[in-house]
């Protein structure tokens, strides 16, 4: 079960890693290994990337564009 708060998750990203995937979820942090390099919005891209295929939702960074520790947004589809 996902920490999600006010559709809100908070989220630290491993970049370059062999596979994108849940590593763990620690306490309301969930820990997020992601299978594209940090340079160029490429590891930004792979997490939402991830988020739509997994739990088929779309999601934004609100926080953390530029860092390893983000929160990332849930839309949920209305209607």
């Known amino acids: 079960m996902l920490p999600i708060k006010d559709n809100k998750i908070s ?3 491993i ?4 596979a994108t995937e849940i ?6 942090i969930v ?3 992601i299978a594209a ?4 919005n490429k590891a930004n891209a792979e997490l939402l ?3 739509k295929k997994e739990f088929k939702l779309k999601a934004k960074i ?3 564009q530029k ?6 947004e849930l839309i949920y589809n209305r209607g």
């Not at 860092?67 to 990332?72: H, V, W």
């Open 11 to 13: 989220i630290h990203v």
């Open 23 to 28: 590593k763990d979820i620690s306490g309301n």
């Open 67 to 72: 860092s390893r520790d983000k929160i990332i």
């Open 31 to 33: 820990h997020i290994r």
């Open 15 to 18: 970049p370059n890693a062999s």
């Open 37 to 40: 390099p940090p340079d160029k």
């Open 49 to 51: 990337k991830f988020f």
């Open 62 to 64: 609100v926080s953390g």
